[in-house]
Nanobody
Framework: QTRLVESGGGSVQAGGSLRLSCVASGFTFEGACMRWFRQIPGQEREAVASIATSSSYTTYADSVKGRFTISQDNPKNTVYLQMDNLQPGDSAMYSC????????????????????????WGQGTQVTVSA
């Protein structure tokens, strides 16, 4: 059974940090395109970070560049999102998504990539940042 389980969300004050984790199972993690998305109710889902697990190629949305860091731990089938200097505008439900290989090349694993219809998704973890 394919699963993505996120954890690490919570409530912090502006300027604080959180580290989100996404543990994958049921599919081949190495080689997948892993992405973190966030969604605020009433708004479109936004990809904030991506990592191609075969090459560790990463990209970030402009809104989080320099503050968020995505990383992977292949033996643990886990991808992380380190979020520093959090701001109230970062408050959202954060979810991870996986698109398994093949998906067109590691260069195509970016935050700009269209959402894959056959991607796997986790349930999400809530992040709330107060001023």
């Amino acid at each position: 059974q394919t699963r993505l389980v996120e954890s690490g969300g919570g409530s912090v004050q502006a300027g604080g940090s959180l580290r989100l984790s996404c543990v994958a199972s049921g599919f081949t993690f190495e080689g997948a395109c892993m992405r973190w998305f966030r969604q605020i109710p009433g708004q479109e889902r936004e990809a904030v970070a991506s990592i191609a697990t075969s090459s560790s190629y990463t990209t970030y949305a402009d809104s989080v560049k320099g503050r968020f860091t995505i990383s992977q731990d292949n033996p643990k089938n886990t991808v992380y999102l380190q979020m520093d200097n959090l701001q109230p505008g970062d408050s959202a439900m954060y979810s991870c998504a996986a698109k398994t290989w093949p998906y067109g090349g590691t260069w195509s694993c970016t935050v700009a990539r269209e959402i894959d219809a056959d991607a796997y998704w986790g349930q999400g973890t809530q992040v709330t940042v107060s001023a």
